[in-house]
Structure formats: C-alpha cells, structure tokens
C-alpha cells in the first residue's frame, strides 16, 4: 500500500510540473500573440512573424506537456474542478495554435502588400496578386472562425485563475480581430470587381474647384472616363465638364429631381457641373450618373471625385510631372498655386479653356496613378486613404460589394446619421473665384438644459479679404450658405430672418440664406436650433456630451470657437472641450460631464 501511494506521489508531482509547464507556455504563447497583433498592425511584419512562429511553438509544447501530464495521472480528467482546468487549457491551446496560423496568413498577405516579390509590376499587372492576397486573407479568416468555435467549447465551463482570465481575453479580441480580417477580406473582393476583374467596369470621375464653393468642395471642372478590364485600368476619356455641356444640352433634370439650392427658383435648370449642390456625395454621384445616361452616354457603374489635394497627395509619392502643352513641372508643393493660375489668373484664357490645364495635369496624374509600381502600393495606398477620410477624395458605386466597403469606411462621403450635437455648413458660390481665400470664424455656443436637451446658437462670419484686381472674373457676387443641424433639432427663436428650408439629409435639419460677399467685404449668418437630445445620460448617471464638425473639403484657415453654458452644479468630468481649434480636419469628440 505504501508503494502504491508513492508511486501516486510520484506521478502526482511529475504531472504537476508538466501542467505547470504547460501553463507557463500558454501563458507566454498568449502574450506572443497580442505583440504580433501590434506588430502586424504597425506593419512591422517580420518581427510579427517571429512572434506569431514563437507563439505557435508554445501552445504547441503546452498541448504536449498537457498530454503527458494526463497520461501519467489520466484521474485528473475526471475530478470536479480540474478536469474543467485541463479540457480549458487544452481548449486554449488548440485555439492559439489554429489563431497563430490566421496570423501568418494575414501577415503573408500584408507582406505582398508591403515588400511586394515583384516590385516593377504595375497596379494594372496586378490582379493575379491581388487575387492571391484575398485567399491570404480568406484562409486567416476561416482561421479565426475555426478559433472562435474551439473557444466556445468552453462556454459554461467554471474556469477560475489564469485560464478564466485567459479564455475572457480570447472572447474579448476574438471578434475585434475577425472584424478586422472581415473588413480586410471585403476591401480585396470589392478592389478586384473594381478593377474589372469580375467584369468590365466604367467610372465616371469628376474633379471639384474649391475656388468655387460648393457643399461637397467645389464646383465640378472637369470629367474623365475611367474603366477596368480584367485588372487593367485605363483613363480613356479626359475633358472640361463644359464641353461636356455644350454637346450634351439636354442633360438636364427638372423640378422634381433637382436639389438645392435651385428649389427656389424654377426656370433654373440642373445639369452635371452643379449636382454636388448636397453635401451627401452618394445623392451627388447617383444625379450624375443619371444626368451621364441621359446626355446618351453608357451608363457608367460609380461616380468618383477628387480635389486638388488629392492629386497633390499623389505627386507627394510618384513625384513631379510634366504637363505637356504648358512647359510646366508639377510637384505636390506647388500644383495648388500653378492650378489656380491657369485657371483664374491668367487673364487671356477665360471660358471653357481656363479648365484646359487641370484636364490635363488630371489625366497626367491618374495615368502615372494606374501605372504605379508594386514597390509603392503601400505609400500610395497610405495617402490615397488619407484623401478619403479628409473627403478630398469621395466614391459611390452602383455595386452592392463595393458600395458597402466605401460605406463601412466612409469613402463614400455620405452625411452621417449621428446623434448629438452636429454642424455641417455647407456653401454654394455664384459667380466666384475665390473660395479658397475666403475665410470663416465660427462661432457654436451651447446651452445645455438638465434632462440632456439644449439649444445650439451657431454664427458664421465669412470674409472675402482679396480685392476686385487681384481675379480675373468676378471675386464675389453670392454665396448661398446653408446650415444642417443636429438630428431632431427645430429651428429657433434668434435665427437670422428669411431662411429657406433646405430638405433634410441624413436626419439632419437645415436651413439656407442668400448672402452678398463682394471683394473687401465681410458677412454674417447665425441659426439657432432647438434640440431635444443633445446630451445623453449613461447609466451610471453621468451624461456625455459629442460634437461631429465637419468641414468644407480641402478649405483651409477657418476656425472653431466653442463656448457652453452648463445646468447649474454641473461640470466637464474631465477635459472640457475646446475652446477654439483651426478646422483643417473634422471635429469629432466625447465629453462626461458630472452633475
């Protein structure tokens, strides 16, 4: 009998250190794991591989040290408490060995992203690779999947200690991680229909003049024809939007179709230079898709836009071109200011042939674009995404795979539908060159009512500082600004008089005026609104204030004033809101207030 109980002593400890061994490696697996995904993150991607090898390699040695230790006391199987411990840490294990895979998978297909093998390839070359880029992905997404449903074995099970803490944080990140590689796998699918690689596709692209206002950046100066053919993109048509026009005179939509700001007067006609008089980009683009067909074009499957920004982000990759016809080298640094000459200041090419040089510096640019070698995808893709977010670049697509990827990524430039506080303030010039020296001083003032309603008083000073000489066409005439407010929100006693009611987008409220901005001269609007839920209350009893400014695209040296009357006994919990902030990108904010 004594024999008996030392050899169970024997076997006892020599399976105790074995799971102890084994827990040691999941533990260091674990952390493996969560340093790769950093690392895969900040594209540092052959010290995620070793991290992800090394992790694979723990939980590997903890399903072998878990094995040993059951064999010699297979009784642990079976007592209360421990067998749930075993079958948890066994259970972990095989997820970190199946989730270490999805990250070499995923670090794979970022690596052919990054240090792609060949990189004198062209984008139009490329669509073999990005083909084999999205079975990467496709197979670190089943991968995860796999992870997730050998994790959920556990649920139920009583795990206290390390292996409880262990199995919340695999719950915790396994869904973040999924919708990550999700969002991944769906941008390659839609970038290989949008290339034409699951059919011909045809693009319209229009670019916006922000020296001639409009709500989503500028007046629309000239088109182009974009297609896709099997991976291969080619610009095939570039030209002034007038010139469209002027062969297309009968593009135009009625009363019933056309948005603002020609509501107000009927005889004015809407055609394709002016359908970006809404600030929500998929309206604009779908009117001028219409308006396309209608002019008896073939009907194109997305509408793009871009501003002179973008195609300076681009030249901050490619580097300088050469505009042909002008003797002109454009850098990133000075195309705004060679723009604006051909365009307004060089006082003998007025009409259609002042649109003449961004045709062509476009089409320049978008070509070098298409041909942009493998070596830069990673830099250009960069500030390509940067453009879209700064809503320098906008996107719809009549393709649901692609529509719900700009959508998820707000590329698509759609006015959201938030809650809270909101501004957009949106402006449309009549006979104006001088949108981007115009500057404006906003003034959002705040008061909020205990049950989390408020009123919102918002004034807008715009000035025109550039004299009458300095342009070659008039600098001023009219500028129709038009305010959309929170979601909800009624307009106010205090508001500037003879307003128009502009339709609502988004739940968003709004109202326009009509105002004088000659040369030299300054002018004023102020809307106050009414909204009933401008704060809300968490249930710990704490209230949250948001904001989401946005600015006019590529517009810079306007300002944000913020200014807040609070209920009585109230206070910012932590940091108050800016009191002032230069509008070069959204504004977008949380703050907790105490009461």
């Known amino acids: 009998m004594g024999v008996l109980v030392g050899v169970l002593v024997v076997l006892g400890g020599f399976s105790l250190a074995h799971a102890a061994t084994a827990g040691r490696a999941a533990i260091h697996g674990k952390s493996a794991l969560l340093r790769s995904q950093?690392?895969?993150?900040?594209?540092?991607?052959?010290?995620?591989r070793a991290e992800l090898q090394g992790a694979r390699a723990d939980f590997d040695k903890t399903r072998r040290e878990m094995a040993t230790a059951t064999r010699f006391l297979p009784v642990v199987r079976y007592l209360p408490v421990v067998r749930n411990q075993v079958r948890g840490v066994e259970t972990l294990a095989d997820a970190g060995l199946v989730l270490s895979d999805a990250g070499?998978?995923?670090?794979?297909?970022?690596?052919?992203?990054?240090?792609?093998?060949?990189?004198?390839?062209?984008?139009?070359?490329?669509?073999?690779?990005?083909?084999?880029?999205?079975?990467?992905?496709?197979?670190?997404?089943?991968?995860?999947?796999?992870?997730?449903?050998?994790?959920?074995?556990?649920?139920?099970?009583?795990?206290?200690?390390?292996?409880?803490?262990?199995?919340?944080?695999?719950?915790?990140?396994?869904p973040e991680?999924?919708?990550?590689?999700?969002?991944?796998?769906?941008?390659?699918?839609?970038?290989?229909?949008?290339?034409?690689?699951?059919?011909?596709?045809n693009y319209l692209f229009l670019s916006q003049n922000p020296d001639e206002v409009r709500p989503t950046g500028g007046f629309i100066g000239t088109y182009g024809v974009l297609t896709g053919i099997g991976g291969k993109l080619a610009v095939t048509r570039y030209d002034s939007i007038e010139s469209w026009m002027?062969?297309?005179?009968?593009?135009?939509?009625?009363?019933?179709?056309?948005?603002?700001?020609?509501?107000?007067?009927?005889?004015?006609?809407?055609?394709?230079?002016?359908?970006?008089?809404?600030?929500?980009?998929?309206?604009?683009?779908?009117?001028?898709?219409?308006?396309?067909a209608r002019?008896?074009?073939?009907?194109?499957?997305?509408?793009?836009?871009?501003?002179?920004?973008f195609l300076a982000r681009i030249l901050s990759v490619m580097g300088s071109v050469t505009v042909d016809g002008y003797d002109e080298t454009i850098t990133s640094a000075n195309l705004v200011e060679r723009l604006d000459f051909y365009t307004h200041q060089q006082r003998d090419t007025l009409g259609t042939e002042r649109k003449a040089f961004i045709a062509v510096l476009a089409k320049v640019v978008m070509d070098r674009l298409i041909e942009a070698r493998t070596s830069q995808w990673a830099s250009l893709g960069k500030v390509v995404a940067d453009a879209f977010v700064a809503r320098e670049a906008m996107a719809w697509s009549s393709d649901g795979e692609v529509s719900s990827v700009l959508s998820a990524r707000r590329w698509d430039s759609a006015l959201p539908a938030v809650a809270g506080d909101f501004a957009y303030p949106a402006e449309f010039e009549y006979a104006a060159k001088n949108g981007r020296s115009l500057r404006r001083t906003y003034q959002h003032h705040v008061t909020l009512r205990p049950d989390g309603s408020g009123t919102v008083t918002t004034s807008v000073r715009i000035s025109n500082p550039k004299p009458l000489e300095a342009f070659a066409n008039p600098a001023g005439v009219l500028d129709y600004v038009t305010l959309y407010g929170p979601q909800g929100a009624t307009?106010?006693?205090?508001?500037?008089?003879?307003?128009?009611?502009?339709?609502?987008?988004?739940?968003?409220?709004?109202?326009?005026?009509?105002?004088?901005?000659?040369?030299?001269?300054?002018?004023?609007?102020?809307?106050?609104?009414?909204?009933?839920?401008?704060?809300?209350?968490?249930?710990?009893?704490?209230?949250?204030?948001?904001?989401?400014?946005?600015?006019?695209p590529d517009h810079t040296g306007d300002i944000l004033q913020l200014?807040?009357?609070?209920?009585?006994?109230?206070?910012?919990?932590?940091?108050?809101?800016?009191?002032?902030?230069?509008?070069?990108?959204?504004?977008?904010?949380?703050?907790?207030?105490?009461?």
């Open 177 to 201: 991680v999924r919708q990550r590689a999700a969002d991944s796998e769906a941008a390659l699918a839609a970038m290989i229909t949008f290339v034409g690689g699951n059919g011909p596709r």
């Open 295 to 309: 002019g008896g074009e073939a009907p194109v499957d997305g509408v793009i836009s871009f501003s002179p920004a």
């Open 491 to 552: 307009l106010a006693e205090g508001s500037d008089p003879l307003s128009l009611a502009e339709p609502e987008v988004a739940g968003h409220p709004a109202r326009g005026w009509f105002r004088p901005l000659n040369p030299e001269t300054e002018t004023t609007v102020t809307i106050v609104w009414d909204v009933p839920h401008l704060a809300t209350q968490r249930p710990d009893g704490t209230w949250v204030y948001s904001l989401l400014w946005m600015r006019l």
């Open 38 to 48: 950093d690392l895969i993150a900040g594209q540092n991607l052959d010290a995620a």
């Open 246 to 292: 002027a062969a297309h005179p009968d593009a135009v939509m009625g009363p019933d179709e056309r948005g603002s700001p020609y509501r107000y007067d009927p005889g004015l006609p809407q055609r394709i230079a002016n359908v970006n008089t809404t600030p929500d980009w998929p309206q604009a683009a779908e009117m001028a898709a219409r308006l396309w």
């Open 104 to 174: 070499l998978s995923l670090s794979d297909a970022a690596q052919v992203l990054v240090a792609p093998g060949d990189d004198s390839a062209s984008f139009s070359d490329a669509l073999g690779e990005l083909r084999n880029i999205r079975g990467l992905m496709a197979t670190g997404l089943n991968s995860i999947d796999a992870a997730a449903s050998t994790v959920s074995r556990l649920d139920g099970s009583f795990l206290p200690g390390p292996v409880g803490d262990a199995r919340s944080e695999f719950n915790r990140r396994l």
């Open 563 to 595: 200014g807040f009357d609070l209920p009585d006994g109230w206070r910012w919990a932590d940091q108050a809101p800016p009191g002032q902030v230069a509008l070069d990108h959204d504004i977008s904010g949380t703050w907790a207030l105490t009461t």
